[in-house]
């Protein structure tokens, strides 16, 4: 028997409140890993390492400017690589305190309106 209309959004909204309670559950259940900050934390490698590439290539050449240049590309790389360190280090903390008691008294209120609204 299909969903009616109703029924639809509630799953919909029920499933989004899951999702933004506990996303790391969401993401075991699903089978994919969420990693934000891997893909900033590899890019801010690679830049320390064209950096210094560049930064020894204007030292090799007696370039200042490409020296520079190189110093400031390894600079982002690492500050890039040290915010995404940062950020999972906080993913891995502590739980985000969300309210709970809010979304289950929600989603309390929500199914009494179903039940004594039909």
Not at 29 to 58: C, D, H, M, W
Request: hydrophobic share 40%.
């Amino acid at each position: 028997m299909p969903l009616s209309e109703h029924e639809r959004k509630l799953l919909a909204q029920m499933e989004e409140a899951f999702i933004a309670d506990d996303p790391r559950l969401v993401s075991t259940l699903t089978g994919n890993r969420l990693y934000p900050g891997r893909n900033r934390f590899i890019l801010g490698l690679t830049l320390v390492a064209a950096g210094l590439a560049t930064l020894f290539g204007g030292l090799i050449a007696q370039i200042t400017p490409i020296g520079i240049l190189g110093f400031l590309i390894s600079l982002i790389g690492v500050t890039l690589a040290i915010s995404a360190l940062s950020g999972l280090s906080g993913l891995r903390g502590t739980p985000r305190k969300r309210g709970r008691s809010n979304l289950n008294s929600r989603l309390e209120d929500r199914w009494e309106r179903r039940n004594f609204d039909n």
